[in-house]
């Protein structure tokens, strides 16, 4: 039943569509195909990120607002294994994942006894303490001036510094990483990620561990962001702390709750969706000279989404999300029991 | 004593206490392999705090559990299930945003284990023991009726058929000890008496001890070979539902009510 | 740890007190509604923000006078709220906590950029509602420390503040009655209290609050969208690690932030937040319900 690798053909479609983009753009007169595949290759890297925060929120119902601060972590180790240490881009890729996907772990520890307020502000202070942990020890990380002229990615000896070449890395990245979060979320992991969410006492009961699921889920989605941060810094090839600020963390909840929470395609739906907003924001005549219009874009299609399609985009297409329903009773607050 | 052999679950001098207010106080009971023991009491007298304790949400201020002769009053709530023992809720704690069928995979996490990549990485092994799950859910879902709902996400589903699900996503981890949380609760005469039934036929066919706590006395009555009586945390009472119905302090407990 | 002795930390703990009252006075708004609602807002400081830029309107534009700008402010935030309430968290509440809680991220976005769009982004000197000398202690012969008039006034209002509403909520029927919906909306309900109208009302009077926040933070931090980032982040902070419902929890949490923040600034400012959160990440792992706040157990 669920057991092929493309359980639609509709996807399989999907997938070979966008691996012939590259020819495709530029076949269209007037396109400028090297920057329309760099923000293609943007909006993947932080569908990446999105993916990895969608089984967090979405599916094991704990809460982030830092996760630009694991895309610094991905991005910050895997700028410095390759330039300050010569470490070979197809090494340093995984090892920053791994990297942070320790600090998530470490993360998800105080997290094992908040939730709800408590979490937010966690998650929000983490996000914040690591452009200034960056500052902090610039002789490693080039303080506030960031790290220029990263070393391209290359692999296996073939640098890849046309865009189209980045883009082929980037897509095959994600298209192993969203088979992964699929069949996470269809598996006995990701069912106790969801029983988590619905009901802790019932997971408990059924003999969920919530402290090694909800750890699980923490380092998982910064392993996520963590691959994302390097690919990131090999692709713009320069970083510095202003990359990472709360706002990339807000725009990052903004994508898969728009794209549709608990949904795996909503994720990188909703980063492809955010991306190009403003970008096309940005052309329109009038608009044009609003500046920081996306911020007001972003707020008000946060708040669109929620209160009319709290299903996000996803929720229009399939059935296969999983809405996150309301509390069983209306929310008395919980007192002493008897 | 009507069964000879050693307590499946005993409680010792089990005691509860939220700041001041003493919920259970020096409880001993003990339920014996393939009993079905009751456990009544007006409202407020500590039943669910009983099965709280059991499950361990609760951590007891004194006294022991004891499951099939091991302690178990310090270990953490998730093993409870591996021990053996299952339970279902009074207001019912399904996950509600799954299917039937998913909620019952769920109610195997205990028993069938796996682990992120092999999961991720679908490998054969993970697959194997879904398979597996699959089927066995499914074998519990025809025995309690509910193969129609098996795709159903179980929010929209009615009360009485969510608490059919509860009771199967219990029986799905094969435990030896099931503790029912009031399951006739919301049910017309009809479905009692199907329920009645079907609790007993589980009972045979599982072989599965149960713990009831239950308001409706005819379900208790007709059930239970053994009843203990709550008042304020306190055993009044004990013995079969012939002897309790006739005990005096258990009367003066339910003045009013018809025992 | 040479350096611990060798601060001046009379000062630092004054400068502390000034800071983080500035962040209990924030805090009250997030308590408030909380405490009512049920919500952790994120639009707190934006809200606050908001209203200063009308006081700034009112008072620059139209060169009314300080006290009459300062309560037709009042009545503009008290109005915004309630309309916040009404259009927006009324339907994001029918789903989980995460949806209110993404609202009102999406209100601080979209205030952040209205002002923006309506005042630009230029930083701009907000009227001192005091003028005069700072205060000055004398410790030593050699030494004082200085409070300035500003500060003093801030503190003053924060702990004012904080006594009318412990007041309100532990006396007036309103107050009750919200703590009544806080605790449990259906049981509020059948009891015949208008639900709906004390959650408004919530929503109100803690942008009303907002609104004195703005009014008293804009001098020392000037006007302009972002001036309440870091104080509403250091806010919610001081908030939560009080307890989160408890309003003396939120001065002494906010006061506390705010002497780590002035010590911190001292000696590591560029760790200045890192410092804050590690500490709050602490105090949380002992204390999961903050320094004043209760643990709630879920019935089952």
Not at chain 2, 21 to 31: G, I, P, Q, S
Not at chain 2, 239 to 255: K, N
Not at chain 3, 38 to 65: H, N, W, Y
Request: aromatic share 8%.
């Amino acid at each position: 039943m669920r057991q092929s690798l493309f359980p639609h053909p509709k996807s399989l479609l999907l997938v070979l569509a966008a691996a012939l983009l590259p020819p495709l753009l530029g076949v269209i007169p007037g396109i400028p195909v090297g920057y329309v595949l760099y923000l293609v290759c943007l909006a993947l890297i932080y569908a990446i990120v999105a993916l990895g925060l969608n089984l967090l929120i979405g599916y094991a119902g704990q809460f982030s607002l830092g996760h630009a601060g694991f895309l610094a972590i991905g991005a910050y180790a895997s700028a410095v294994l390759t330039q300050r240490f010569g470490w070979p881009f197809l090494l340093a890729l995984p090892m920053a994942g791994l990297l942070t996907a320790a600090v998530g772990f470490l993360l998800g520890l105080p997290a094992l006894r908040l939730s709800g307020p408590y979490l937010a502000l966690v998650t929000l202070g983490f996000g914040l303490s690591i452009p200034q942990l960056v500052l902090w020890r610039g002789e490693l990380t080039g303080g506030a001036g960031g790290l220029r002229d990263l070393p391209p990615a290359s692999v296996l000896g073939l640098e890849l510094r046309s865009e189209s070449a980045y883009y082929y890395l980037v897509f095959l990245v994600i298209v192993a990483l969203t088979l992964f979060a699929r069949n996470v979320v269809q598996s006995h992991t990701g069912r106790a990620f969801i029983a988590i969410r619905d009901s802790e006492i019932a997971a408990q009961a059924m003999g969920v561990n919530l402290t090694r699921y909800k750890t699980t889920a923490f380092a998982l989605s910064a392993f996520y962001a963590g691959v994302a941060g390097s690919l990131y810094a090999h692709l713009i090839r320069f970083i510095s702390p202003e990359s990472f600020t709360v706002i990339l963390s807000v725009e990052f909840l903004t994508m898969i709750v728009v794209g549709g929470l608990g949904s795996v395609s909503g994720s990188i739906v909703g980063a492809l969706f955010l991306t190009a907003l403003p970008e096309v924001f940005a052309r329109l005549p009038v608009l044009k000279d609003f500046k920081n219009l996306f911020i007001v874009v972003f707020g008000a299609v946060l708040i669109l989404t929620i209160l009319f399609f709290p299903r996000g985009l996803a929720g229009a297409w399939s059935t296969r999300t999983r809405p996150i329903p309301p509390p069983a009773e209306p929310a008395a607050r919980p007192q002493e029991a008897v | 004593m009507s069964a000879p052999s050693a307590p499946l679950l005993e409680l010792r001098g089990l005691t509860m206490r939220f700041g001041g207010l003493v919920a259970v106080l020096d409880l001993d009971l003990a339920v014996y392999p393939g009993e079905i023991v009751g456990l009544i009491g007006p409202n407020g007298a500590g039943k669910t705090t009983v099965f709280n304790c059991i499950s361990r949400f609760y951590t007891p201020v004194g006294g022991e559990i004891l499951f099939d002769g091991q302690p178990m009053t310090r270990i953490p709530a998730y093993q409870v299930v591996r021990r053996g023992i299952a339970r279902t809720f009074q207001n019912v704690e399904l996950c509600r945003s799954m299917t039937t069928l998913d909620n019952l995979l769920v109610g195997q996490h205990a028993t069938k284990p796996g682990g992120l990549l092999g999961d991720g990485l679908r490998l054969p092994g993970a697959r194997r023991r879904e398979a597996k799950a699959v089927a066995w859910a499914e074998e519990i879902l025809a025995l309690l009726d509910l193969t129609p709902y098996r795709d159903r996400v179980v929010a929209g589903l009615p009360f009485g058929v969510q608490k059919r699900v509860e009771l199967a996503r219990a029986l799905v981890s094969r435990p030896r000890l099931l503790l029912l949380d009031e399951p006739a609760a919301g049910a017309d005469t009809h479905e009692t008496a199907e329920l009645t039934g079907l609790i007993r036929r589980l009972r045979e066919q599982f072989d599965v001890s149960i713990l009831l706590v239950e308001h409706d006395m005819a379900v208790v009555m007709g059930l239970c070979q053994r009843i203990a009586v709550l008042d304020f945390g306190r055993k009044i009472a004990e013995g079969t539902p012939a002897e309790v119905r006739s005990h005096p302090a258990v009367i003066e407990a339910y003045l009013g009510e018809k025992v | 740890m040479a350096w611990l002795t060798t601060l001046p930390w009379g000062q630092l703990i004054i400068n502390g007190i000034a800071l983080g009252s500035l962040y209990a006075l924030t805090a009250f708004g997030i308590v408030l509604i909380y405490k009512t609602t049920d919500v952790l807002t994120f639009g707190q400081g934006e809200l606050a923000m908001f209203s200063a830029f009308i006081a700034f309107t009112l008072l620059d534009r139209l060169k009314l006078p300080f006290p009459v700008a300062f309560v037709l402010t009042l009545v503009f935030a008290l109005g915004l709220g309630a309309v916040v309430e009404r259009v927006l968290m009324r339907r994001a509440q029918q789903g989980s906590i995460l949806n209110s809680i993404i609202v009102t991220i999406g209100l601080a976005l979209v205030l952040v950029g209205m002002a923006g769009f309506i005042w630009g982004y230029e930083v701009r000197p907000f009227p001192d509602p005091v003028t005069g000398p700072p205060f000055l202690f004398r410790v030593s012969p050699t030494q004082n420390l200085v409070l300035t008039q500003l500060s003093a006034v801030i503190l003053a209002v924060t702990l004012v503040l904080m006594l009318l509403l412990f007041a309100f909520f532990r006396f007036s029927l309103v107050g009750i009655a919200m703590r009544a919906v806080a605790q449990n909306r259906v049981a509020a309900r059948l009891m015949g209290i208008p639900v709906d109208r004390i959650n408004a009302l919530g929503w109100g009077v803690g942008a009303a609050l907002g609104a004195v926040t703005g009014m008293l933070i804009a001098p020392t931090n000037s006007l302009f969208p972002n001036m309440m980032g870091d104080v509403a982040i250091k806010a919610y902070a001081g908030a939560v690690l009080g307890g989160i419902t408890s309003l003396p929890g939120a001065v002494v949490g906010g006061l506390l932030l705010g002497i780590i923040d002035s010590v911190a600034g001292f000696q590591a400012p560029e760790l200045r937040t890192t410092i804050a959160f590690t500490l709050l990440v602490i105090v949380l792992v002992i204390r999961p319900a903050g320094l004043l706040g209760r643990r709630e157990i879920k019935k089952v």
